[in-house]
Every structure is written in C-alpha cells, then in structure tokens.
C-alpha cells in the first residue's frame, strides 16, 4: 500500500526554525508532483511550496524568503525548511502527491509557533 508519512512538526518561537520531511513508500515508481499543504484553525487547506513533474518550485507569498522545499527524487522524499517562523505559521502541515493520476496525503503532522 503507499502511503506517505510526514515527521518534524512541533512547538517553535517565532523566529526560529523546523524542518519537516516527508518520504513515500510503496510506490513503484518515482512521484513527479509532490507538495506541503496546510491547514490553519479556522481556514482552508492552502499550498505551501511544490515540486512540478518538470521540476518548477512554487511557493506560497506568505512563505517567500524564508521557507524551502528541497527532494530526494529517487527516494520520494521531500524536505520543508522552514525559517524566520511567524505565528501564522501553525498549523497541520500535509505531504501531497500525485501519482499515476492518484492523488495521496500524508496523515498530517502539527506545527505550533509561539510568540
């Protein structure tokens, strides 16, 4: 079965740092499209950085400048850096891909920025 299971959520000052990883398994082939989401409180579910099948990185404006999205493409593993953390900044970050037409999300994992 594949699945894909995030890791690195927790409580963080604002201003400080976290790292959140992501890594598939169960699947046959290498996943072009992958993504971090997040859920605030209250709000919608919103991208937050992706990778395209052509290898484009987009990001959200509200994380411009301080977050990356980096990948293990062979692994199917994605990375979320994310730095100069604000409070806006919590929420239950997701894994996204998309595979042969398939899409999966990862269980969710809870990012905390206090003040």
């Known amino acids: 079965q594949a699945l894909l299971v995030e890791s690195g959520g927790g409580l963080v000052q604002a201003g400080g740092s976290l790292t959140l990883s992501c890594a598939g398994s169960?699947?046959?082939?290498?996943?072009?499209?992958m993504a971090w989401y997040r859920q605030a409180p209250g709000k919608q579910r919103e991208l937050v950085a992706s990778?395209?099948?052509?290898?484009?990185?987009n990001y959200a404006d509200s994380v411009k400048g301080r977050f990356t999205i980096s990948r293990e493409k062979e692994q199917n593993v994605i990375d979320l850096q994310m730095t100069s953390m604000k409070r806006e900044d919590t929420g239950v970050y997701y894994c996204?891909?998309?595979?042969?037409?398939?899409?999966?999300w990862g269980q969710g994992t809870q990012v905390t920025v206090s003040s």
């Open positions: 990778f395209s099948a052509y290898g484009e990185v």
């Open positions: 996204y891909a998309l595979y042969t037409f398939t899409e999966y």
């Open positions: 169960g699947f046959m082939f290498t996943i072009d499209n």
